[in-house]
């Protein structure tokens, strides 16, 4: 809950509950104060045609104490209310596709038509069941294993469950993978309840497939050979080495790379490796390093060189306008040569070289200078040209080893580009 002070009137938001800010000196903390707040509020949802609002504030009265008769007593003084939330509860169960939409429906229903607060709670509450149950079965809603149905009953019979199972195993395959699906289908097949499914069937299409380590983890404890044998052909063995031996440079590459894919294993120096490592090689050519020279100079405008505007308004006559402009910078011309190979086969075999300068900018203590004495601070650019000079000016100067970085990742870059790492990257 969150307060706001606005004109001397104090207005409570109900993140999540009213999309809005209702206009109460504040959410009573009693409950019994509670359920009539939430009535009230109901009322004024049902004045604005919003019966949504109206029944989940019904609902949530119901929750606290005296909730349930005050809303038997507002109903009982509103009727036409009653019609109007069980016309909404029969169109929302037909023409809504929203899972959370049709969820929250059923609860409502649920919830109101155990206090006897809604008619035919009965034909409706089979009717919403019904409909979910076709558009589950039509695929005119696509619920998976992770979505909320507690409230759908109707979405907890075997029939159902394994049209959601299937779906969700089609789901947990394609390209656009639902974070946890591999959880919950693992925790349903391990359920012996569902006898309906045809666990070859689906241990076949797993097989068929390429998933995530992390989601193959998922399966270790239901189909233990396959997730040992998929997580086998997905690790991939690399042995790196540099040429003359540089151990930070060592150290530097093999983290990058490690860091790119859960699935490289990035071997020790002298590690036993097998026919399928993958076998790197760098060989430095060349790495010079330059600093360039830095500079500093004064750079004067007369008050006729500044802009016509800002030179009226803010320049006295015959004033100047100056500003100290520094500048330097690093440059490192690099070539390596990457070498790869995998049980004899060369994969890779490519001279890597350029040059890398970093340059820095500042622009320091812009001043306006009168003629007959005294210096006043500039809050403002003179000119295009000091717009020019000035562009991306910082405070700091670069560092040469932001720059080895840079020539780093170009050849982690490369190297995990080969196909047979790229193809293994998650």
């Keep these: 809950m969150k307060y706001i002070k606005k004109s001397g009137v104090l207005l409570v938001c109900l993140v999540g509950l009213l999309g809005g800010c209702a206009t109460k000196s504040f959410f009573p903390s009693d409950p019994k104060a509670q359920a009539l707040w939430y009535v009230e509020s109901a009322t004024k949802q049902a004045e604005q045609g919003n019966f949504e609002r109206v029944s989940f504030m019904l609902t949530e009265a119901t929750l606290r104490p005296g909730g349930v008769d005050a809303v038997k007593d507002f109903l009982a003084k509103s009727s036409n209310v009653s019609v109007k939330l069980s016309e909404y509860f029969e169109k929302i169960s037909k023409e809504s596709n929203n899972k959370e939409e049709l969820n929250n429906l059923a609860l409502y229903v649920s919830s109101l038509g155990n206090y006897g607060l809604i008619k035919d709670l009965e034909k409706i509450s089979k009717e919403i069941q019904l409909n979910v149950v076709r558009k589950n079965s039509t695929g005119e809603i696509n619920w998976l294993l992770t979505d909320d149905v507690k409230n759908l009953h109707s979405l907890q019979s075997p029939e159902a469950q394994k049209i959601i199972f299937e779906r969700s195993l089609e789901a947990v395959t394609n390209t656009q993978k639902k974070e946890g699906l591999a959880k919950s289908l693992a925790d349903y097949i391990s359920k012996p309840r569902h006898t309906s499914i045809d666990f070859n069937g689906t241990k076949q299409k797993l097989w068929s497939v390429n998933l995530r380590r992390t989601d193959l983890e998922e399966f270790k404890n239901v189909f233990p050979d396959l997730v040992s044998a998929k997580l086998s052909d997905l690790t991939t063995y690399i042995q790196l080495e540099l040429k003359p031996s540089d151990r930070l440079m060592e150290e530097d590459l093999k983290s990058k790379i490690k860091n790119t894919s859960i699935n490289y294993v990035v071997l020790k120096s002298g590690e036993k490796s097998n026919p399928a490592t993958i076998n790197i090689t760098v060989e430095k050519l060349r790495s010079e390093e330059r600093q360039l020279p830095n500079q500093s100079q004064t750079i004067t405008y007369s008050r006729s060189d500044v802009d016509f505007l800002k030179s009226a308004l803010l320049m006295p006559s015959n004033s100047s306008y ?36 970093e340059k820095f900018v500042n622009c320091d203590n812009p001043r306006i200078v009168n003629v007959f004495g005294g210096t006043t601070r500039a809050e403002f650019v003179a000119n295009n040209d000091m717009s020019s000079k000035c562009a991306g000016a910082n405070n700091s100067s670069p560092s040469m080893q932001d720059v080895k970085e840079r020539v780093l990742t170009l050849l982690v870059d490369k190297i995990v580009s080969v196909e047979a790492l790229a193809k293994k990257r998650e």
Excluded: A, F, P, S
Excluded at 323 to 349: A, C, F, H, P
């Design 322 to 357: 100056m500003y100290e402009w520094k500048t330097g910078g690093v440059e490192l011309e690099y070539g390596y040569v990457v070498r790869l190979n995998q049980n004899g086969k060369i994969l890779l075999d490519e001279l890597i070289r350029g040059t890398i300068t």
